[in-house]
């Protein structure tokens, strides 16, 4: 089994800054893509950014030039670095990763618990 669990949501100003993390653990034998959505009030889940095991990248429109995202595959873990925040950032974050496990060589989508990001003076 793999698990994903994300960090470091939380309450900032506008304009402020903070650092997500997701790690993942478990019976993992290889990650591909890893990646971060997210869910605002009323609305659908949306691809926030997606970095592959070969580090390329890919942002929506409305974060790119403020959210950057990067991975430590020694550690399984992918950061997401948001700046210069705004109110329409607000959501609940989620992780997911592209993962082959280590007991069957299975593939599977596997997705974090959530984390909330509120922007808000």
């Known amino acids: 089994q793999v698990q994903l669990v994300e960090s470091g949501g939380g309450l900032v100003q506008p304009g402020g800054s903070l650092r997500l993390s997701c790690a993942a653990s478990?019976?993992?034998?290889?990650?591909?893509?890893m990646g971060w959505y997210r869910q605002a009030p009323g609305k659908q889940r949306e691809l926030v950014a997606v970095?592959?095991?070969?580090?390329?990248?890919n942002y929506a429109d409305s974060v790119k030039g403020r959210f950057t995202i990067s991975r430590d595959n020694a550690k399984n873990t992918v950061y997401l670095q948001m700046n210069s925040l705004k109110p329409e950032d607000t959501a609940v974050y989620y992780c997911?990763?592209?993962?082959?496990?280590?007991?069957?060589?299975?593939?599977?989508?596997?997705w974090g618990q959530g984390t909330l990001v509120t922007v808000s003076s």
């Open positions: 997911n990763a592209d993962v082959r496990d280590s007991i069957y060589r299975r593939y599977l989508e596997v």
């Open positions: 478990g019976s993992i034998f290889s990650i591909n893509a």
């Open positions: 970095i592959t095991s070969g580090v390329s990248t």
